[in-house]
């Protein structure tokens, strides 16, 4: 079920509750960001409360919007001393809901909403839930989802039904993935920015974003762009994030021959900027949910060439980008090398994908939405304890 039909009046003022595993860099954390920005052009008061870490930026960015954030920090997840914290906290503050976002926040949000009489709303990010690797954690949030949470929601179609198959939710819907348009840099500074990426003002510049680790397929698109840089010397590639990986990434890439064609851009906090600068967006990743990364790439009007996972078939197709099969380096050279040798197509795709994104994925209308079931759990609640 989509929510495009559950819309209700969003005037009463609302106490909100955010609980995330941490305001680290990545797509559910970025959502919690567009949602604070959002949510300044209505009376609601966002908490936002973190149960591991956080990157000074992110914190930053939901703090100047508005928000409060509160960290209950700790590594375990069963932490006594902090779940009486936030236990508190919701009896104290009488949120009209807590939405939880990853693992941790999922299964400890549950339980006290539980307690305290709060609705819960669950946002699924991934067609594969990292728990399921530990059986302790695994099968403590398929109980909460199933049994403490008054809504799941899924990022997108795909994910949606990955979980209803293995869960049999009956509390599911979906809330694609959403965010802001912003208007591009202007030429002087889009000239500066690719200046500082890269050393000849004539390249190609191919960006991919994520965190490094498996999942993304970095090794595959290294394996890919050996190839095209073959071919298309003028391209070069860059990859923003951090990880787990780094350290194989970067000797793959002198393994390749690749260090002059290839950076590894570490953390980045001006990803926006740095779609403005590219050519092309490029993912290989071998699963996914419905990536803010790709909806960030649309939104700056760039071409895309991404792998057929998770719900990004429902979203990108030949008129937007090129979708190509997982796990497939040599199909991804040679999309890539026809891309770029086709620069006439760029502005064509770029802005089809721009305006779908305006259409069907624009943050104003996704938050419009989150407040609509908010508001419609909360009521549910009140005349659950008050009935008439």
């Known amino acids: 079920m989509s929510v495009e039909h559950i819309r209700v009046d969003v005037a009463p003022k609302m106490k909100i509750l955010h609980l995330v595993d941490g305001l680290r860099v990545g797509g559910a954390e970025k959502l919690i960001v567009t949602f604070a920005q959002e949510l300044r052009r209505y009376p609601h008061e966002l908490t936002i409360v ?22 209950l920090h700790s590594k375990r997840l069963i932490n006594p001393q902090r779940f009486g914290q936030l236990w508190q906290l919701v009896r104290r503050e009488r949120f ?38 530990h059986f302790y954690h695994g099968r403590l949030e398929n109980y909460v989802l199933t049994h ?27 809330l694609p993935n959403a965010v802001a348009l912003r208007p591009p840099l202007a030429a002087a500074e889009r000239n500066r920015v690719r200046a500082a990426l890269v050393d000849d003002p004539a390249a190609v510049i191919l960006l991919a ?14 394996t890919a762009f050996a190839q095209v840089s073959r071919h298309c010397p003028q391209a070069r590639l860059l990859i923003a994030g951090k990880g787990e990986q780094e350290a194989e990434l970067a000797a793959e890439i002198a393994a390749l021959n690749l260090e002059k064609q290839v950076r590894l851009l570490g953390l980045r906090h001006d990803i926006p900027d740095l779609l403005d600068a590219c050519d092309i967006y490029v993912s290989a990743a071998h699963w996914e949910g419905l990536p803010v990364s790709m909806l960030e790439a649309m939104a700056a009007a760039r071409p895309c060439v991404v792998t057929a996972v998770g719900d ?71 005349r659950s304890v008050n009935p008439r």
Do not use: C
Not at 100 to 105: D, E, G, K
Not at 209 to 222: A, E, I, N, Y
Not at 353 to 370: G, H, I, P
């Open 50 to 71: 973190s149960l591991q870490r956080n990157e000074p930026v992110m914190r930053t960015a939901v703090e100047t919007a508005g928000a409060r954030v509160i960290p």
């Open 96 to 133: 009209a809901v807590i939405h939880t976002h990853l693992t941790a926040a999922n299964i400890l949000g549950g339980v006290v909403g539980r307690l305290t009489g709060t609705p819960v709303v669950t946002t699924l990010h991934n067609t594969k839930l990292i728990s399921q690797e």
């Open 148 to 174: 403490l949470t008054d809504q799941v929601i899924g990022v997108g179609w795909q994910v949606a039904a990955v979980h209803q198959a293995r869960l049999g939710l009956d509390n599911l819907i979906i």
């Open 209 to 222: 974003v994520g965190r490094l680790r498996p999942q993304k397929g970095f090794l595959d698109l290294l």
């Open 312 to 382: 990004v078939p429902q979203v990108m197709d030949d008129t937007t980008g090129v979708v190509l099969p997982p796990q497939r380096p040599d199909l991804l050279a040679q999309a890539l090398q026809q891309l770029i040798g086709a620069p006439e197509q760029w502005p064509v795709l770029g802005q089809a994908a721009r305006q779908k994104v305006a259409a069907s994925f624009s943050a104003d209308v996704w938050t419009e939405n989150l407040l609509s079931l908010y508001q419609q759990l909360a009521a549910d609640r009140r």
